[in-house]
């Protein structure tokens, strides 16, 4: 049998090995010259707007909305399709999640349903880019602009995606990036907080080490002071010099890495199309690039858990992104939330799987993909 096919795996070239190596022969290996270098070049990726490294999105999920000082009983509106973090933030920073069910076509937060939720209690908007698909941000921000409400963009599967001919990141408020190991670029663990907000950004900049008042970096220069003042209790969420030197190569690549996804993406479609049993993603009306951090088909009519089972016994990995939030213990319990309170996240959380997809997938590789759909699905 053909080795085994995970559904995800990162394209590390040998100058990021080397950097890696490099940096570990230079011992300086935590927060160090090489996150400020990472930074200084997300900034220009995302039209020079200011880009704060972390040790993952989740953190720049938290360390967001907690410089935006959100009181108890604020409510902050998302959706239920997305991983759980998303909702953790929100709780961990002293907020309430409100939940908009999504549009069943893109798998995004349902814009229509979206100023029915706004109460006098609600202080930020957190769309949900889900899969690497941008939302319809227009009437997003329309609203929150009408409302004064915040908008922190969870970005964690969209770094390099377009809305209307702009990156995500490169204008609006707040957008925070994931460089897990299955996203579209990696630094094993982290992410990125991007904003041009100067409050948000020295909170960040305090609360993502210690509360203290200058990075270690600075500190333990030739030219530092080991002195330190600290301004507020802070956070150990510092991305690491050995994270920030596969960044640094990762990055150049990544429209490269997209153009790749978006290939492998035609295919998928053109030789599913006419498959009853599965359920394709679907493109919006308004001009976007898809990033396609993940592949995302539903399953019409075999069992899911039953589907990837039999994709295992074929070497094939499967993902599940997501099961709908709200239907966790922990959200039920605290939020009242029952399943059916959000249909179509039901539905989409109940069926969906991800494909394998990533840039150095070979075309044969594919193709044993969709012919073990082929078998399972079909009995071909």
Not at 339 to 351: E, I, T, Y
């Amino acid at each position: 049998m053909s080795e085994f096919l995970p559904f995800a795996k990162p394209a590390l070239s040998e100058a990021a090995i080397e950097e890696v190596v490099a940096c570990l022969r230079s011992g300086w290996i935590t927060t160090g010259p090489r996150v400020q270098k990472f930074e200084e070049m997300l900034s220009a990726y995302h039209g020079g707007r200011r880009a704060l490294a972390l040790s993952s999105a989740t953190a720049g999920l938290h360390v967001a909305l907690l410089a935006l000082n959100l009181k108890e009983g604020d409510e902050v509106i998302t959706t239920p399709l997305t991983f759980v973090a998303t909702l953790n933030t929100i709780v961990l920073a002293g907020g309430k999640p409100v939940l908009v069910d999504i549009d069943p076509a893109t798998l995004n937060m349902d814009v229509s349903r979206l100023e029915a939720a706004i109460t006098k209690r609600t202080r930020v908007i957190m769309p949900v880019h889900f899969a690497g698909l941008p939302c319809d941000l227009d009437p997003i921000y329309a609203l929150a602009k009408k409302h004064n409400l915040r908008v922190v963009e969870d970005c964690a599967h969209s770094i390099g995606a377009e809305y209307k001919g702009k990156k995500l990141g490169s204008f609006g408020d707040i957008a925070v990036m994931s460089f897990h190991p299955n996203k579209n670029m990696t630094t094993g663990e982290g992410g990125a907080v991007i904003t041009e907000d100067k409050d948000v950004i020295n909170a960040i900049e305090r609360l993502r080490f210690h509360g203290i008042d200058r990075n270690a970096f600075n500190r333990f220069a030739k030219s530092g002071s080991v002195h330190y003042d600290v301004v507020l209790p802070g956070f150990k969420y510092n991305m690491m010099d050995m994270q920030a030197a596969l960044g640094i190569h990762q990055l150049p690549e990544l429209d490269g890495f997209i153009t790749k996804r978006i290939a492998f993406v035609k295919h998928y479609m053109e030789a599913l199309k006419d498959w009853p049993e599965l359920l394709l993603p679907r493109a919006p009306h308004y001009p976007h690039k898809h990033a396609w951090h993940l592949f995302t088909p539903r399953l019409t009519k075999m069992p899911r858990d039953e589907f990837i089972n039999a994709m295992k016994a074929e070497n094939i990995g499967i993902g599940l992104h997501y099961e709908a939030c709200h239907v966790f213990s922990w959200y039920k319990e605290h939020c009242g939330w029952k399943p059916g309170d959000f249909p179509h996240a039901l539905a989409a959380g109940n069926s969906i799987c991800s494909l394998p997809l990533f840039p150095t997938m070979t075309n044969a590789e594919q193709e044993r993909v969709i012919k073990a759909l082929a078998k399972i699905l079909k009995n071909d």
